[in-house]
């Protein structure tokens, strides 16, 4: 891509990918949560790749890595709704509810949000990956 | 006033719509469809679901990137349209049949506007003393209906794991291997 387009990315990659993690972090207060701040993560390393090309991509995400934190995060979710039953109920919420509308509220739900954008934001990055290297071995042909 | 942009809104959807499926260019129909998708958005947005219109828009653009990005370098041919005379009337008998179905079973429905809360109400109620969660949406995705999310998370997990097990590398090596030795 041209000089202009690698600047801006350069300038605004980061505000994206900070803008996701807000979205995800906050979402037990405001709207938003972990699907809607995980393609937002998943878009800012897109943006990176349109902008430099894919071996940078590569270099901060690779495919290998991607696909790890996907399952990773399916895992931590699973893994709250299985401690649940520690007090009985699959998906109990154990941890305590705590003061509305602060960050630390909610019990497990900010948890909950993060696992759920790992799993959103690294899977949907896997699928571009996948389809933009089908689309280069298909043209080198 | 709200109904008014509502309906604005939805002719200015169907004509994209129609604008995407129609046109012979592939660029100009995934960019119909993204004004679309943005109609969809700020159609959630006025009727106050902003959490649904945040994902929708992000998922949206996340769509079009993808169907830029597929369609972009390529020269798809269009499929060739013949005229099937059977098949407008066919077309327009089902969708006739579906308009009266649709007419007496949406009767039954509620209201727009007036929804039915037997089971919503005791989310609104009860929601915020039970799991201290700001975000009320948060609270029925995340701790009311937890069990749907991780049915959600697993679907995605399996598509992403589908995806990457069918066009992965290693595999089409292979198979490029085989078939030069064939040729050769």
């Known amino acids: 891509m041209s000089l202009i387009v690698k600047t801006v990315t350069r300038l605004t990659v980061g505000l994206i990918l900070l803008y996701g993690v807000y979205i995800v972090s906050q979402g037990h207060l405001s709207s938003g949560g972990g699907f809607a701040g995980g393609v937002m993560i998943a878009l800012s390393f897109v943006h990176m790749m349109l902008a430099f090309g894919k071996e940078t991509a590569f270099k901060k995400l690779s495919e290998a890595k991607a696909l790890f934190f996907e399952s990773l995060g399916v895992l931590i979710f699973l893994g709250i709704a299985l401690l649940g039953l520690v007090g009985g109920v699959f998906f109990l919420n154990f941890l305590p509810p705590g003061e509305a509308f602060r960050l630390f509220s909610g019990g497990t739900i900010p948890f909950s949000n993060i696992a759920i954008s790992l799993n959103v934001g690294a899977g949907l990055f896997t699928v571009f990956l996948a389809i933009v290297l089908l689309n280069n071995d298909s043209e080198r042909k | ?184």
């Open chain 2, 1 to 184: 006033m709200t109904m008014m942009v509502l309906y604005i809104l939805l002719v200015l959807m169907i004509v994209g719509s129609i604008i995407a499926v129609e046109i012979k260019d592939l660029l100009s129909s995934v960019v119909a469809l993204g004004a679309v998708g943005l109609g969809l958005s700020i159609v959630f947005l006025l009727l106050k679901a902003p959490d649904v219109a945040l994902t929708q828009i992000v998922v949206e653009i996340f769509m079009v990137i993808i169907l830029i990005r597929a369609t972009l370098r390529r020269d798809l041919e269009s499929s060739p349209t013949r005229s099937r005379p059977l098949g407008a009337v066919a077309a327009i008998g089902f969708i006739a049949i579906l308009m009266m179905i649709a007419t007496t079973s949406f009767k039954d429905l509620p209201t727009f506007g007036e929804p039915a809360m037997r089971v919503a109400a005791t989310y609104l109620e009860q929601g915020l003393s039970k799991t201290g969660a700001g975000n009320l949406v948060a609270a029925v995705m995340l701790d009311f209906r937890g069990y749907d999310t991780l049915g959600e998370a697993t679907v995605l997990f399996t598509a992403v794991i589908g995806v990457s097990a069918v066009v992965r590398r290693i595999g089409r090596k292979k198979a490029n291997r085989l078939k030069g030795r064939e040729n050769a």
